[in-house]
């Protein structure tokens, strides 16, 4: 990733729009920022949400509040609390989010 023509600025994500997008089960909360081929996302989970897809995008997913299971393709799972990330690049293993109780996640992609 290399990042360039983004100027210094501030993000109030207080101010900034949510979407709504189901899963299999919950619902996610997206509110969405883009700096070029760069998207920066704040997202909540509900409880017992549930993907409704495997995802092959690459992230830097960081967790602040809730609990984040998750699960790989190849059956690994690995949950995240607040202060834990992870990082996985474009095409490497699909995975997948869940969470019994929910969550809030900082996400770059």
């Known amino acids: 990733m ?7 600025g501030l993000s109030d994500w207080s101010t900034i729009e949510q979407t709504e997008h189901k899963g299999e089960t919950g619902v996610a909360y997206w509110k969405t920022q883009t700096f070029g081929d760069i998207r920066v996302r704040m997202v909540e989970y509900s409880e017992n949400y549930l993907a409704d897809h495997w995802c092959s995008k690459g992230h830097i997913l960081l967790c602040l509040e809730g609990e984040l299971i998750t699960e790989l393709k190849d059956g690994r799972c690995f949950t995240l609390t607040p202060g834990i990330s992870y990082q996985v ?3 490497a293993e699909p995975h997948r989010s869940k969470t019994l109780k929910g969550a809030k996640l900082f996400i770059v992609d």
């Open 2 to 8: 290399q990042m360039t023509h983004i100027p210094f």
């Open 89 to 91: 690049a474009d095409h």
